[in-house]
């Protein structure tokens, strides 16, 4: 079910009038309506027979904080009841020894099951005893990274007493399934998304104009760009071959930045304002991440929830852990700037690991992760030697031109990691990237993607995507400058707002129908 | 570690990893994103080398290093707990 | 402290006259977006469409009784021609196919005439991509739109509303993005089109005049039938055949779940199928391999399951059914002289049907590939490829659709760019040729059976790149 679909508006219809017509006569039972639209979105869109896996998930994050709450009543009762303070330490001890063994049990169940379902078979495959990637019959279960690192994160965050653990299993399942979040995240934190969805809402209260205003903002961003421009990247990377022109890769990854953001961020445009609908605000996910500085930041502006996901779940805890101190302790004898940095620059290269391994198991992904891991840990390494620079040219580094320099030199940095992120073949990555540098070859650029099967149409139909990334590009420079574009537009009046919905409706018609039915030439059949 | 210790002290530690930064006032350190991860992670290892007091991954949450104040409590809890 | 400006706002949404506010603009602007949506359709849409010649003449023809209806996409349109049909059969039929009828459509197409007319026979047309491609939605709402034209407000809202909840379009984008329909069956969007179009609408012309202006050498012959005259170029093969355009892929179960419900419809109501795939050059049979055998039985076991009849007018044998180089449009059509030849071919296998006689035995049948393959006497057509080696060696190689007895040679011309001839390779049966390094121009890769003296029965030409 897409999520631009009469069938998604008419689930939306059914689950908002429900939502909001048991809220007239009770809030307190308004999320059972929230649960049952979860879970019939799930065996709508997914597969009933893959729900198991999530039940499963949702068991299992509800019991074991649940048994550390109450092993943590033990254990203070224990303490209490010690003789001295060696023994309340022993009882402590032992205490923190258990729970950290269900702790440990409850993520490898979780992690377990995503491991199996994603990564088995690919992994039987590269070491040569699975015929194919796929051949075991595994079925991913829809959004079963994103429920997982939610869960998850409930889990840690209970066994670090962040809050009073959920009793009610039904509601734990809630905030594990909840509808919106389920396809492509954002990754929430219980403590911000828990009570929003359990403390229920009226509908005065719901801010319908801007959450249409968004749904839309996202379908266009999906339609007019990411979609539009999926096929030709298609052709252009699945044709690759030892002579292509480094202009025809420079084109393909600069519409792969436009097609991945507009995907991605459209996508969860469009399901933060279905569950703004509901009077849930979920996590944002995307901060414009073009108009970044550096790589970093970048990875604090894209996909914003698995990057917090990862630093307090992964980078904290290991760089904080013994031997990263003890690491950055004898780095500091070389310097203190190394000593403070190498912990932070090697759990840093190991979280894109993992993110890198969390897209998938193929080896360009690997590579791609230990890219932004590495670029990111060397500029944090050589800070220093840069502000010296910095200093000894005189750079104004507060003036815009610097910020605009900055903004540029770390779009292109994005962009050649998107070489290995989008070609699926490792040497193809670099042939790629050797072909950008070395054979330019412009004058090549239209014969290859013609022979690529790029159609003279595909690229004049890309006017549609252009004007729609002018588009966005104006809406985020505005919000980056702090206006709240969508109040600006509701502002407007009702007839010029008439005429500029028309206009992006027209915008999604066109290019949706381009993507989905011009298969084939048949554009101008005349039926 | 002695008791003593004041805000004053944390400023001028805070100062040393991260100049140009208001720590008196602000309290929207990490949510106003001044501070980024990194910065966080040289606080932590100055905490532990200057006042000897190590941070646990489960205390590294926003509320925590918010600001001056926030961190400076944080740091007497950890002490009060270690005791 | 919140402004002025916001309090000002805030105390209008809450007071009902800030309601009635709310919700007057909202109305305003929903009227806006419908204005603008019916002028755009009323500019862009395309007049004159082939569907809404179908529908308009099939209302016309509301008063004359119809006992026998077409219905399939264009190649069905193509391939029937009523008037032979009923001279032969003395019955009367009504041809309700249209371009790229997706077989939902053709459903909604017999259900309306068995209600209408109570018709005794329905002749559906499917090829190869009827069953192996389900997305037309341009052609799904110029249908629904067409068939609505006619229709009183109600019936049309439900006709409508019963296209958006399809299994095709609603869990798609398409089932909103259509409550736009100039977005789809949309005249080119270039200001002359556009122009020309609006100019067409309010002309005063019908829909039928339309429809001739719009497809230049296209002429309507009465009963829902139009065709063209235009007739293939063999030499063109390569782009022609439907696996070129559409690619290969098998047949959708919801296609055939599709034809199943036909079927079902047609015995429920006592009405005769006869589920017709409709005549291609061999080329484009042979095209697709063994896979054509294969995925057509098992459209002929769905039909046959359902109690239709079915005919592959491809593998018709000689005595029944020969159609000649001339009679095909393109790749996938007949032309009109094709359709009439066909029709009359057709309608003999149709008598012996009412006759009762076994008309399986008019045709190979799939389970015997090889013998349908060593029927085919004739060179249907030759295409090639241009492969270059590393070192800059280019060869180009020749593939032949024919029939497994036919014996072909080829040669080989350069044809340079002042269009000189110097012949590559002569005669042989080696069908792949080296092109001397640095040669600009085109190859042209004639072939012929052995034994003929001819020029060639076939060519085409390949490009040299760079």
Redesign the interface.
């Known amino acids: ?2 999520l ?4 998604f ?1 008419l689930f939306l219809a059914v689950s908002l009038a429900a939502y909001y017509l048991v809220g007239r006569f009770s809030r307190r039972s308004q999320w059972v309506v929230l649960l049952a639209a979860s879970l019939a979105f799930y065996c709508l869109v997914g597969r009933w027979q893959t729900l198991a896996y999530m039940l499963a998930c949702a068991a299992v994050t509800w019991a074991a904080p649940l048994a550390l709450a109450r092993m943590g009543e033990r254990c203070r009762e224990e303490r209490a009841a010690a003789p001295d303070r060696a023994a309340r330490r022993a009882v402590r001890a032992a205490w923190d020894r258990r729970r950290r063994a269900v702790l440990a049990a409850a993520l490898l169940a979780c992690f377990g099951m995503l491991a199996y379902l994603k990564y088995w078979n690919v992994l039987l495959f590269e070491v040569g005893l699975a015929a194919s990637p796929a051949s075991l019959g595994l079925v991913l279960p829809l959004g079963i990274s994103f429920y997982t690192f939610q869960a998850v994160s409930y889990l840690v965050d209970a ?4 809050f009073e653990p959920q009793r009610n299993p039904l509601k734990h399942l809630l905030f594990v399934s909840w509808f919106p979040q389920v396809i492509q995240g954002p990754i929430n934190r219980y403590a911000d998304l828990g009570p929003q969805l359990l403390e229920g809402h009226s509908a005065k209260d719901v801010p319908v104009r801007r959450s249409l205003l968004r749904f839309g903002y996202g379908a266009l961003k999906k ?1 007019a760009i990411a979609n539009m421009l999926v096929g030709t990247i298609d052709q252009i990377f699945s044709n690759v071959t ?1 002579d292509i022109p480094g202009s025809v890769v420079a084109f393909g990854v600069l519409l792969y930045s436009a097609q991945q953001y507009g995907d991605f961020s459209g996508g969860i445009d469009m399901v933060e304002a279905a569950s703004s609908l509901f009077g849930v605000r979920m996590a944002e996910n995307f901060l414009r991440p073009y108009f970044s500085v550096s790589l ?1 930041d970048f990875w ?1 502006r894209w996909h914003v929830t698995l990057g917090a996901w990862m ?2 779940y992964v ?3 290991f ?3 013994r031997p990263m ?1 003890a690491l ?1 302790a004898r780095a500091s004898r070389l310097g203190e700037h190394l ?3 190498l ?2 620059c090697a ?1 840093n290269v190991l979280v894109f690991l993992i993110v890198g391994l969390w897209h998938g198991a193929e080896p360009h992904y690997v590579a791609w992760g230990l890219y932004n891991g590495l670029v990111i840990a060397l500029a ?1 390494l050589l800070a220093p030697a840069f502000r010296r620079a910095n200093a000894a040219l005189r750079v104004d580094t507060g003036s815009r031109a610097h910020r605009a320099f900055c903004v540029l030199r770390t779009f292109l940095v994005v962009n050649l990691g998107w070489y290995f992120d989008r070609i699926y073949d490792f040497g193809d990555s670099l042939l790629c990237l050797r072909n950008t540098f070395t054979n330019f070859a412009p004058q090549q650029f239209y ?1 290859w993607l013609m ?1 690529a099967g790029v159609r003279d149409s595909d690229l004049k139909f890309m006017a549609f995507s252009a004007v729609a990334c002018l588009f966005v590009f104006v809406v985020s420079l505005a919000q980056e400058r702090g206006v709240d574009v969508s109040e600006r537009i509701l502002g407007w009046n ?2 010029a ?3 500029f ?2 206009a992006v ?2 915008l ?3 290019t ?2 381009l993507t ?2 011009a ?4 554009m ?4 | 570690m002695d008791d003593d210790l004041t805000l004053d002290h944390m400023i001028e530690l805070l100062e040393d ?1 991260k100049g140009n930064v208001d720590y008196e006032n602000c309290t929207t350190l990490v949510d106003d ?1 001044v501070l ?3 910065d ?3 606080i ?3 905490i ?1 080398d200057e006042l000897d007091v ?5 205390d ?2 926003p509320d925590n290093f918010n600001s001056a104040q926030a961190m400076l409590e944080m740091v007497k809890r950890l002490v009060d707990e270690e005791g | 402290m919140p402004t002025s400006r916001e309090k000002h706002a805030r105390g209008d949404a809450s007071s009902p006259r800030g309601w009635r506010r709310r919700v007057v ?2 109305l ?6 419908v ?3 019916v002028i ?1 359709s009323f500019a862009l849409e ?1 007049y004159g ?3 809404s010649v179908m529908w308009s003449e099939y209302r016309a023809a509301a008063g004359e009784g119809i006992d026998t209806v077409v219905v399939g996409s264009s190649t069905s349109q193509r391939a029937f021609d009523p008037q032979v049909l009923d001279a032969a059969l003395g019955t009367s039929t009504f041809s309700m196919a ?3 009828q997706p077989l939902d459509d053709s459903y909604t197409a017999a259900e309306q005439a068995i209600r209408d007319h109570h018709v005794r026979r329905v002749i559906l047309g499917v090829d190869y991509e009827s069953l192996s ?1 389900d ?5 799904h709402v ?2 629904a739109r067409a068939k609505m034209d006619g229709e009183p407000l109600p019936q049309a809202v439900a006709d409508y509303w019963r296209l ?2 399809s299994p095709s ?9 259509a409550l ?1 329909p ?7 969007l270039d200001p002359g089109s556009v122009a020309a179009n609006v100019r067409e609408r309010l002309s005063g012309d019908g829909t039928l005049e339309a429809a001739k202006v ?2 230049g050498g296209w002429t309507y012959y009465g009963r829902g039938y139009g065709n063209y005259d235009n007739v293939i170029d063999y030499s063109l093969a390569r782009k022609e055949t439907s696996v070129a ?2 690619g290969t892929s098998d047949f959708k179960e919801a296609c055939l779940n599709q034809v199943a419900d036909i079927a079902r419809l047609c015995r429920e109501s006592g009405v005769q199928l006869v589920v017709v795939v409709t005549p291609r050059p061999a080329f484009n049979v042979l095209v697709y391999g063994e896979k054509y055998s294969e995925q057509m039985s098992r459209l002929q076991r769905v039909v046959e399951q359902g109690g239709g009849t079915f005919v592959d007018a491809n593998l018709l044998r000689s005595e029944a059914y020969s159609p000649l180089d001339a009679d095909f449009g393109d790749g996938e059509h007949l032309n009109r002289t094709g359709a009439t030849r066909f029709s009359q071919a057709f309608a003999s296998v149709l008598q012996a049907l009412d006759a009762g006689q076994d008309i399986g035995a008019l045709s190979y049948s799939y389970d015997r590939w090889d013998q349908y393959l060593s029927s085919i006497k004739h060179l249907s057509a030759i295409v090639s490829r241009l492969d270059v080696g ?1 070192d800059g060696t280019a060869t180009v190689t020749a593939q032949a659709y024919t029939g497994t007895d036919v014996q072909v040679e080829y040669r080989f011309l350069l044809v340079g760019e002042d269009g000189g001839t110097t012949v590559l390779q002569d005669w042989s049966s080696a069908d792949s040729c080296d092109v001397p390094q640095g040669s600009r121009g085109q190859v042209m890769v004639c072939a012929r059976q052995v034994g003929s003296t001819a020029d060639y029965e076939r060519y085409c030409l390949q490009g040299l ?2």
């Open positions: 079910m897409d631009l679909s009469l069938s508006v066994y670090n007493g962040r339609y030892g970093a604090r630093r307090d980078f904290f805890p760089a904080v852990s101190r950055g000593g403070r940095t912990p932070a759990a944090d014969l022979q009702c007839v707002r008439g005429l919905y028309s409706i027209g999604i018609v066109i949706s129908f989905q039915n298969a084939g030439g048949f101008y059949a005349n039926f | 990893v994103r980024d991860s990194f966080i992670l040289s932590i290892s100055s532990n190590s941070v646990p991954a489960k590294i949450v | 603009e909202t305003v602007v929903i009227a806006v977006i204005a603008m949506d755009c395309q469409s082939l569907s249209t371009p790229a491609f997305n037309w939605a341009g052609s110029a249908f958006l909840v379009f609603v869990r798609r984008a398409d089932s909103l993005c736009f100039w977005g789809y069956n949309h005249v080119k719009v497809n355009i559409h590393d790149a760079r």
